[in-house]
């Protein structure tokens, strides 16, 4: 409701307190936000997750006023997850989520407190990880195309190496082995990126399917490391030089980290179309991207709460089935 409508119906007067229950949740949306909103991230500071949030968080400011980030690692990023499923529907709590605990974690784990699906508002995706196909400057491949050729005839004796157990990382390397048929691939799980990232530089494993960064794009670039290809559905800005290994022959082979913004379920509508609008106006400002494009993410400008509900539905489809055959399970 609007002042001109309260005019009119002679409220002007009345305090908040004397507003009937009906009236007071309208009143309250319409000064949405009137105090900092609390944004959730669900794994510790210094990781891409809370990379993306607080560049969201500050060039957001203008649009949303001051947003208050709140670092909760713990159970692979559930804990913090499903503490915004119980939030209070008003706005003033949201998450910054990622493929990991919206799409991966409730299907390896036996259970999550919360349902992903069901328990959020979806407000829009901001940002794209894409893993990389990388290998040793050792190996003898030029191409994904050769090098598919050679995992296939040295299965037994190729191993690759990710961020750890149950990250997209290793679903990228576990559907790249079912995609080309050498389920023998050993997998080599490090204790996050930088060590995989060490042993491929070193020699110590011959592959990785780690995410791209800008550290991995310019070992690629000075010959310590050879990507392959990345596994996006397009080619990265950052990146363009380096083709996708759907442009390789290799279809299907999409493994990415999303980064969104979501809200309580039961948040009102017109609080979610603000964030989303507001998040909009965030993400096609040139700064933004560039800064995201920087530390070898993909920017998203086209997202809405209709298309990230039918994204992570997708998703959900597509790699259960993949977690299930590499015969993932919680730790």
């Known amino acids: 409701m609007n002042r001109r409508e309260m005019v009119a119906l002679g409220l002007t007067s009345l305090s908040t307190t004397a507003l009937s ?40 400011k203008p ?66 990880s894409a893993s990389g196909i990388m290998i040793h ?6 191409t994904l195309k050769e090098f598919v050729a050679y995992a296939k005839a040295n299965a037994n004796k190729l191993s690759y190496g990710s961020a750890g157990a ?25 204790r996050g990126a930088g060590p995989s990232i060490t042993d491929l530089v070193s020699g110590q494993i011959p592959m990785a399917t780690i995410n791209l960064t800008g550290q991995t794009v310019e070992l690629h670039r000075s010959g310590k490391i050879r990507i392959l290809a990345v596994t996006a559905p397009e080619r990265l800005k950052g990146v363009p030089e380096i ?53 070898g993410l993909e920017p998203i400008t086209n997202s809405s709460p209709e298309k990230v509900r039918a994204f992570i539905e997708e998703e959900v489809a597509r790699w259960t089935p993949v977690v299930k055959a590499a015969g993932l399970t919680a730790q």
């Open 63 to 128: 649009h949303l006023g001051t947003i208050v980030i709140e670092n909760q690692g713990g159970g692979g990023g559930t804990t913090a997850t499903g503490e915004v499923a119980r939030a209070q529907p008003d706005g003033y709590t949201a998450l910054l989520a990622n493929t990991s605990v919206m799409v991966l974690n409730p299907a390896i784990m036996p259970k999550v407190p919360y349902d992903p699906i069901k328990d959020f508002a979806p407000v829009s995706i901001l940002a794209i």
């Open 166 to 190: 149950g990250t997209m990382t290793q679903l990228a390397g576990e559907l790249f082995k079912q995609v080309i048929g050498a389920p023998e691939i050993t997998h080599v799980p490090y």
């Open 137 to 142: 400057p050792s190996v003898p491949a030029k």
């Open 243 to 295: 083709p996708t290994a759907i442009e390789e022959g290799m279809p299907g082979m999409v493994a990415q980290l999303f980064m969104g913004l979501f809200l309580p379920a039961r948040t009102p509508r017109a609080i979610v179309d603000q964030v989303y609008e507001a998040t909009q106006k965030t993400m096609n400002d040139p700064a933004m991207q560039k800064a995201l494009v920087d530390q």
């Open 21 to 60: 229950p009906a009236l007071s949740p309208a009143l309250a949306q319409s000064r949405y936000p009137d105090r900092a909103i609390r944004l959730m991230v669900p794994f510790s500071a210094g990781g891409v997750v809370d990379a993306v949030a607080r560049q969201w968080a500050e060039r957001v």
